[in-house]
Structure formats: C-alpha cells, structure tokens
C-alpha cells in the first residue's frame, strides 16, 4: 500500500487528471458531438503520459529535488529509482501501444507528446525559456487535441476551444516561470540555465506578472466581447480573475521562495477556475 501511495504521489495524480480533462474540454467546446470513444480513450492516453513524464522528470532531478524538494518520493527513500523507471517505461508503453491500436492521429500525438517530455527532461528544462515554453505547450495540447479529433477546423474558429487552448498555454508558462524562482537553489547548483540564472528574482517575478495580467486580460476582453454564455462571466469574473489579480499582487509585493512556491501551487487552482469556466460558459 506505502508503495502504492508514493507512486500516486510520484505520478501527481490530480495533474493527470487535468489532462484527461482537458482532452475531453477540447472536444465539448468545439460544440460538436464529444461523446466519441476516442475522446475518452484519448483522455486516458493524455494521462498515461502525463503519468510517464512525471516520473521520468522526478528520476532526471532526483538530486535537484534533494535540495528543492526533499519531501518527495524518490529524494525521500520511499521508492526506488528502478521502480520509477519500470513504472515510467510502462505507462509510455501502454500509451503508445493504445494510440497506435486507436487511431493514428492519436498514436501521433502520443509519439509527439513522449518525444518532447524525454527531450525536455533530458535537455530543454536546463535552458532558459525553452524548458517553460515546452511545458506550457504540452500543458495545452490536450485541449487542442480533443478538439481536433471532433472538428478539426473549430481551432482556426474564435472563439471555439482555442480561447481555453490561449488560457492554459499562458497559465503553464507564468507557473513554470514561478516554480524556476521556487527551485532555483538546486537548479543552479545541477548547472540548470533557467531564468533566475540570467535575470534577478525581482524581474523574473515581473515576468511572471505580466504574464497573469496578459492572462488577465484574455479572460476580459472574453468577457467582454460575450464569445461564451454569461455563465462564464460569472465564473470567470467571480473565480479566475480575482485570483490571477490577487496573485499577481502578492508577486509583486513580496519575492521569496516561500511567495513563490504558494503561487506556483495556487496557479493549478487558476487552472482549474478556468476550465470550470469554460465548461458552464459554452453555448
């Protein structure tokens, strides 16, 4: 059972989850049918990967984590590195070997999506910006991908899912950039080239503002423009923005690493407003 429960916490369940969520968000705001099995088997596929790359990034940063976060499963002894990788391996597997039984389109994305994570695990996550630009795109790609296997076209459509897909690619960004301010102990002592390695935390921490007053501004101009039901202003204006506000004030105010790890935390529960918004606010 203890193994099980630090392999749960290894995967980072709840992040899984959001993945398969958005999949299946994708396909719901294109409008069109979304109750097609392959939207479902695509949302257990998109968690699988997940699952997969959150592991492989825990077993690259093991000794990072000794450091940032010394709480977790394989810094804390309670799972062992082969272990990890066994159970890595096989969620890749099993995701891949679906996709390809399922569709092609999909064995595509999961190919993509796998090759990305191993590259960003291995390499991109040491370079400034790059590593941050990587995960948010993965971090939206399951929106994308569920819209486009119901209708294609809806993402050159605005506003359709390609508003949600803008809104998740920007709120991965500002939490990856917040994370890097969090972590940067360990990272510079791997040699990781992140952000805080170039800039000061003051100014990566405006980076991090701008991007949720950018974000901020996404969801107003939506609500102002009435492209969803006003089931999504209410959610939007009375849950997202007032939580981007108040974290982007609170980045501002004070810079340190307990502020930023807060925030990095808090920027799932943007996330996860945002989705609900979107969900109610279809028309």
Known sequence: MRNILSLLKLIRVQNCLMTAAGVWLGAYLTGHDYSAVVIYIASLIGALVCAAGNIFNDITDI?????????????????SVPVATTAATLFAFISLTVSIITSGILALAAAISLLLLTLYNLWLKKLP???NLTVALLGSFPV????FLVAPKSLSIV??????????????LTREIV?????????????YKTLPSYLNSKSVS????????????????????????RYFSYAAGFLVLPLLLSLTASLLIKQDI?????????????MVTGMIAFLVGRH
């Open 63 to 79: 000794e990072i984590d000794r450091i940032n976060h010394p709480q977790r499963p394989l810094p804390a002894g309670e799972i």
């Open 129 to 131: 910006l790059v590593g």
């Open 144 to 147: 994308a991908l569920g819209a």
């Open 159 to 172: 506003p359709g899912p390609i508003v949600a897909v803008g809104f998740a690619f920007l709120v991965h």
């Open 179 to 191: 994370k890097d301010l969090a972590d940067w102990k360990g990272d510079i002592s791997a040699s």
């Open 206 to 229: 405006l980076i991090a503002a701008a991007l949720m007053i950018l974000t901020a501004l996404l969801v107003l101009i939506t609500i102002t423009l009435e492209w969803y039901s």
């Open 258 to 270: 307990d502020r930023y790890r807060v925030t990095a935390s808090a920027l799932k529960l943007v």
